[in-house]
């Protein structure tokens, strides 16, 4: 997980443990993960290098973006993910039922 506000590092790492999965902070180069979450905080300039850098250390890695600069509902565009190279996309501030479905759905 990759992501510039301690308080929602802290948040979601804590839905995501109670809900069963493990979760890893800046994980080394070459570390096989299921599943990258990184924040975009502006993805309208620079969005998809953060992305990009993060698909180049974890290649084959579904990467989930999240912004506070997304729009409510993005999530179910088609277009976003493409745009920033990731797979998925979801805005913040997020439920903990929203950001498990994402989570649950990448990994299928």
Known sequence: MIDA???????????????????????????????????????????????ARVAVKHPGTPILAVSSAFFAGI???TMAPRMLGVAAVLAKPMSREALLAQVRRLLE
């Open 5 to 51: 506000d301690s308080a929602c590092i802290a948040l979601l790492d804590q839905w995501l443990t109670d809900a069963g999965f493990e979760v890893v902070h800046d994980a080394d180069a070459g570390m096989s993960l299921d599943l990258a979450i990184v924040d975009l905080p502006q993805p309208r300039s620079g969005g998809p290098q953060l992305p």
């Open 75 to 77: 999530e179910h565009c």
